[in-house]
């Protein structure tokens, strides 16, 4: 006994029929997001769908449309794929303040290795996020529960937005990390008060110190990362950096493939 299951749009014994186009599945009707398509369609499975931007456009976006563990149920629109090892969304790249697209190509697929900034950075808004870092075979993924117009909305200006996970949520992320005990500074925009640029900061993730203030931070976990004190490296844009002094697992150079999903 066989069981046949026809392509998105297709219907019929052999697949011969096709149906009217539902949200999201022809670029004459864009879905608002991820969601819109699942919520339209809930046999709707992971892939690329034609997802309504600013301005009128129309972009051909990953939707993940299963549970992610860590995150929750289905319908999470791609918006970024992060690669540790590259400085192309390092924390100073000008893509986290423009509304510039990024390997759009990349961004029809799932969790793969090639980076991508899609629309969706600028054109959808949510009340959650899902951040997932993958080191080896293993991805590890946390939710962020955050109402916003956009996540250029969040970045874009430079201004600090705190979250409230904890040091151990953040750690998470990937086995092994490490961070100093101390500051422990997390959110959006993550940086020292004092601006020191050799100091750790990060878009998104949290900066950790081996002294009670946030001067001097040695260490971090987060996406769009950088600094070099202590002998962290600031080539790491996405995973784990901490010195040997006072981390509570050692010294830790990690670089991760990190996403960005949002609903």
Same mark, same amino acid.
């Given at each position: 006994?066989?069981?046949?299951?026809?392509?998105?749009?297709?219907?019929?014994?052999?697949?011969? *029929?096709?149906?009217?186009?539902?949200?999201?599945?022809?670029?004459?009707?864009?879905?608002?997001?991820?969601?819109?398509?699942?919520?339209?369609?809930?046999?709707?499975?992971?892939?690329?769908?034609?997802?309504?931007?600013?301005?009128?456009?129309?972009?051909?976006?990953?939707?993940?449309?299963?549970?992610?563990?860590?995150?929750?149920?289905?319908?999470?629109?791609?918006?970024?794929?992060?690669?540790?090892?590259?400085?192309?969304?390092?924390?100073?790249?000008?893509?986290?303040?423009?509304?510039?697209?990024?390997?759009?190509?990349?961004?029809?697929?799932?969790?793969?290795?090639?980076?991508?900034?899609?629309?969706?950075?600028?054109?959808?808004?949510?009340?959650?996020?899902?951040?997932?870092?993958?080191?080896?075979?293993?991805?590890?993924?946390?939710?962020?529960?955050?109402?916003?117009?956009?996540?250029? *909305?969040?970045?874009?200006?430079?201004?600090?937005?705190?979250?409230?996970?904890?040091?151990?949520?953040?750690?998470?992320?990937?086995?092994?990390?490490?961070?100093?005990?101390?500051?422990?500074?997390?959110?959006?925009?993550?940086?020292?008060?004092?601006?020191?640029?050799?100091?750790?900061?990060?878009?998104?993730?949290?900066?950790?110190?081996?002294?009670?203030?946030?001067?001097?931070?040695?260490?971090?976990?987060?996406?769009? *990362?950088?600094?070099?004190?202590?002998?962290?490296?600031?080539?790491?844009?996405?995973?784990?950096?901490?010195?040997?002094?006072?981390?509570?697992?050692?010294?830790?150079?990690?670089?991760?493939?990190?996403?960005?999903?949002?609903?």
């Amino acid at each position: 006994t066989y069981l046949c299951v026809c392509s998105p749009g297709f219907t019929g014994d052999k697949c011969e *029929s096709a149906e009217a186009a539902s949200k999201g599945y022809d670029p004459e009707n864009p879905a608002i997001s991820c969601e819109d398509v699942l919520l339209n369609r809930p046999e709707s499975r992971s892939g690329a769908y034609y997802l309504k931007t600013e301005k009128g456009g129309v972009a051909h976006t990953y939707c993940h449309m299963d549970v992610i563990p860590g995150c929750g149920g289905g319908g999470w629109t791609l918006v970024m794929k992060i690669d540790g090892n590259k400085d192309t969304f390092s924390y100073h790249s000008n893509y986290w303040s423009n509304k510039n697209a990024f390997g759009e190509i990349s961004g029809t697929a799932g969790f793969n290795h090639e980076e991508t900034k899609m629309p969706s950075y600028w054109s959808n808004n949510f009340t959650q996020i899902c951040l997932g870092m993958r080191v080896g075979n293993v991805t590890e993924w946390l939710v962020i529960n955050k109402q916003a117009s956009s996540l250029h *909305s969040l970045v874009a200006d430079n201004n600090y937005k705190p979250t409230s996970l904890g040091r151990d949520k953040w750690k998470s992320l990937i086995d092994e990390s490490s961070l100093q005990l101390k500051c422990n500074k997390e959110g959006f925009n993550v940086k020292c008060p004092t601006a020191r640029d050799h100091s750790a900061f990060t878009r998104i993730g949290i900066i950790s110190n081996n002294e009670e203030h946030c001067n001097s931070c040695d260490s971090r976990i987060g996406i769009g *990362s950088g600094g070099t004190r202590g002998g962290m490296d600031g080539t790491n844009s996405c995973g784990n950096e901490a010195i040997a002094f006072k981390s509570d697992n050692g010294e830790k150079h990690i670089k991760a493939n990190c996403y960005i999903l949002i609903k």
